[in-house]
């Protein structure tokens, strides 16, 4: 048994949505902490940690986060500006571990992670 089969045979685990309506809205300081068997398989936008459309966020990060075996991707940014992501672990995730989901977002940074 390792684990993750028997919890999460379904392929539906919880997930981290962060929203806001605009530019500095929020603040979200994700970091030391471990998820597994979050993200729900094959369902749009329900990822195991997704930055959604919140425009500026120079005050938040997720640092030294690690997230695995997630069914559906591990960390997706979108819509999301100035977030830093960095020095976290990312693996055996279906899917992306790391997803910029449209292309415009701008000034993440995303650094030092495996």
Do not use: K
């Not at 949505?17 to 998820?35: A, D, Q, T, Y």
């Not at 398989?41 to 919140?54: C, E, N, T, V």
């Not at 938040?60 to 830093?84: D, E, P």
């Not at 020095?87 to 997803?99: A, D, P, R």
């Amino acid at each position: 048994d390792d684990g993750v089969t028997r919890l999460s045979c379904n392929q539906f685990g919880g997930q981290m949505f962060f929203h806001s309506p605009g530019h500095e809205s929020l603040v979200v300081r994700l970091s030391n902490f471990e998820i597994r068997n979050a993200g729900q398989a094959f369902r749009l936008g329900r990822y195991a940690i997704h930055w959604h459309m919140i425009g500026n966020v120079r005050e938040s990060f997720q640092r030294n986060v690690s997230v695995h075996h997630s069914w559906n991707r591990g960390t997706a940014i979108h819509g999301t500006n100035y977030l830093r992501m960095q020095h976290c672990v990312l693996y055996s995730n279906m899917g992306h571990t790391v997803f910029i989901e449209d292309g415009v977002e701008e000034f993440n940074r995303v650094e030092g992670n495996l």
